[in-house]
């Protein structure tokens, strides 16, 4: 079993910057792949960036926060992040915390963490 904690969400002005991290307990294993995905109201919920393989920290980012927006991860730690800049309100959101074993695709979620960017 793992357990997904995220912290860093809040409020914050248009332009500018979050940090979230996802701390996992329990095991990762090289294939499994970590992440975050997010759900606005009303809105079906969607992958923004991710670490594709655990093993060689290659990521993925959506078209939507491409350059704005960085994952990575800490092995030692068993934690990943995702620095969120240059915010814009179309990015409020509760922002979940995700990994996909790589053996059999179970999914474990963390609890979710608000974030809201607006004036």
């Known amino acids: 079993q793992v357990q997904l904690v995220e912290s860093g969400g809040g409020l914050v002005q248009p332009g500018g910057s979050l940090r979230l991290s996802c701390a996992a307990s329990?095991?990762?294993?090289?294939?499994?792949?970590m992440g975050w995905y997010r759900q606005a109201p009303g809105k079906q919920r969607e992958l923004v960036a991710t670490?594709?393989?655990?093993?060689?920290?290659?990521?993925y980012h959506s078209n939507s926060v491409k350059g704005r927006f960085t994952v990575s991860r800490d092995k030692a730690k068993m934690t990943v992040y995702l620095q969120m800049n240059s915010l814009k309100p179309e990015d409020t959101a509760v922002y979940y915390c995700?990994?996909?074993?790589?053996?059999?695709?179970?999914?474990?979620w963390g609890q979710g963490t608000q974030v809201t960017v607006a004036s």
């Open positions: 995700n990994l996909r074993r790589g053996f059999d695709n179970s999914n474990y």
């Open positions: 329990g095991s990762i294993f090289g294939a499994d792949t």
């Open positions: 670490i594709i393989r655990w093993i060689d920290g290659s990521t």
